[in-house]
């Protein structure tokens, strides 16, 4: 269970909260312009666009949960158990497996209308990694500071619907997530009005009971109101500092704490939460266990490497003592 959010100040951001049972030993990526992109069925790319982003690296491979190219384009890959259908192998069309996607997009397009472009000849084929990491139903946003779409491959084929709440959680499909949305119509951040019944006067006993009614657990469709709600409302000044700080508090309100969610293999808890500031290609996060805030900057890398590069998480609470 995920959510991810793209978001505009002064500057565009875009991230993700990861919620899972367990860590795979992710890691900040970046996978320099020259590093070479190989494609179970497609042809490599040999050079294109730096990217930098959180995932896994398997045999030398950046497996991206989420990531930036140095063009501003964004995409995150969220869980879709339910709905996501594969395909078979299309002749005459791009076939790409699922973890191949992140890193075919953001290598070839710089904003989303050229990734609709290139995605009108994409089949996402149901392909595994390897034996130890089989394909994961993903559903998919893909942002830049103008616009999101929402990726989803499903029974009737792929489809990609417009998204004009910059908000991705999981399952139910996106159209339902968004119609969804007409049951809170009534939900307000001013203070509300007696509506109960003409002439019967309520007392608006405490501040935020203009939005009563929104959905308070961590369900997929209910962090997907909160999400939106949350995120249509802020309001924030222009400061790196200030748009950082409140993307990561959007995050917050949908973020899993241990112990609330109990799976087959454990406890759901938000891993990491990361926030990329698009424009300046700084890619910050937070651990579960490290609320501080650090980051990891695109440009300050050699960026025609032909390497992989990566760091290390700060998964360990860092403390700024006073006294």
């Given at each position: 269970m995920c959510?991810?959010?793209?978001?505009?100040?002064?500057?565009?951001?875009?991230?993700?909260?990861?919620?899972?049972?367990f860590s795979y030993g992710e890691r900040v990526i970046i996978t320099p312009r020259k590093y070479q992109l190989k494609f179970r069925m497609?042809?490599?790319?040999?050079?294109?666009?730096?990217?930098?982003?959180?995932?896994?690296v398997e045999d030398?491979?950046?497996?991206?949960?989420d990531a930036t190219n140095e063009k501003g384009l964004s995409m995150a890959g969220l869980n879709f158990p339910v709905s996501t259908v594969y395909y078979e192998k299309v002749k005459d069309k791009n076939n790409i497996g699922a973890f191949e996607l992140i890193p075919c997009i953001l290598g070839q397009c710089a904003s989303v209308n050229e990734a609709r472009d290139l995605l009108m000849n994409t089949n996402i084929v149901d392909l595994d990694f390897n034996e130890k990491y089989k394909t994961t139903p993903l559903h998919w946003m893909i942002s830049d500071k103008d616009y999101s779409i929402t990726l989803e491959c499903v029974q009737e084929g792929m489809q990609i619907y417009y998204n004009p709440v910059h908000i991705l959680?999981?399952?139910?499909?996106?159209?339902?997530?968004?119609?969804?949305?007409?049951?809170?119509?009534?939900?307000?951040?001013?203070?509300?009005?007696?509506?109960?019944?003409?002439?019967?006067?309520?007392?608006?006993?405490?501040?935020?009971?203009?939005?009563?009614?929104?959905?308070?657990?961590?369900?997929?469709?209910?962090?997907?109101?909160?999400?939106?709600?949350?995120?249509?409302?802020?309001?924030?000044?222009?400061?790196?500092s200030e748009s950082i700080s409140?993307?990561?508090?959007?995050?917050?309100?949908?973020?899993?704490?241990?112990?609330?969610?109990?799976?087959?293999?454990?406890?759901e808890t938000t891993i990491y939460s990361s926030c990329c500031n698009t424009d300046k290609g700084i890619y910050y996060y937070t651990?579960?266990?490290?609320?501080?805030?650090?980051?990891?900057?695109?440009?300050?890398?050699?960026?025609?490497?032909?390497?992989?590069?990566?760091?290390?998480?700060?998964?360990?609470?860092?403390?700024?003592?006073?006294?």
């Amino acid at each position: 269970m995920c959510t991810s959010i793209s978001f505009l100040t002064k500057n565009h951001y875009f991230g993700r909260n990861l919620d899972m049972e367990f860590s795979y030993g992710e890691r900040v990526i970046i996978t320099p312009r020259k590093y070479q992109l190989k494609f179970r069925m497609a042809k490599e790319i040999k050079e294109h666009f730096a990217i930098i982003g959180m995932g896994i690296v398997e045999d030398d491979y950046p497996l991206y949960y989420d990531a930036t190219n140095e063009k501003g384009l964004s995409m995150a890959g969220l869980n879709f158990p339910v709905s996501t259908v594969y395909y078979e192998k299309v002749k005459d069309k791009n076939n790409i497996g699922a973890f191949e996607l992140i890193p075919c997009i953001l290598g070839q397009c710089a904003s989303v209308n050229e990734a609709r472009d290139l995605l009108m000849n994409t089949n996402i084929v149901d392909l595994d990694f390897n034996e130890k990491y089989k394909t994961t139903p993903l559903h998919w946003m893909i942002s830049d500071k103008d616009y999101s779409i929402t990726l989803e491959c499903v029974q009737e084929g792929m489809q990609i619907y417009y998204n004009p709440v910059h908000i991705l959680t999981n399952n139910p499909e996106f159209p339902m997530q968004i119609f969804n949305l007409n049951n809170y119509i009534n939900l307000t951040r001013e203070e509300p009005e007696t509506r109960f019944a003409e002439g019967f006067d309520l007392n608006k006993y405490s501040k935020g009971m203009g939005a009563l009614g929104l959905p308070g657990d961590l369900s997929s469709m209910s962090r997907f109101v909160r999400a939106s709600f949350t995120r249509l409302n802020s309001i924030c000044g222009d400061s790196e500092s200030e748009s950082i700080s409140q993307f990561f508090h959007i995050l917050d309100s949908v973020s899993q704490t241990q112990g609330c969610v109990r799976t087959e293999n454990g406890f759901e808890t938000t891993i990491y939460s990361s926030c990329c500031n698009t424009d300046k290609g700084i890619y910050y996060y937070t651990t579960y266990e490290n609320s501080q805030i650090s980051a990891v900057k695109l440009h300050n890398e050699n960026l025609d490497k032909k390497d992989l590069i990566t760091y290390n998480l700060n998964t360990e609470q860092q403390i700024k003592y006073h006294n």
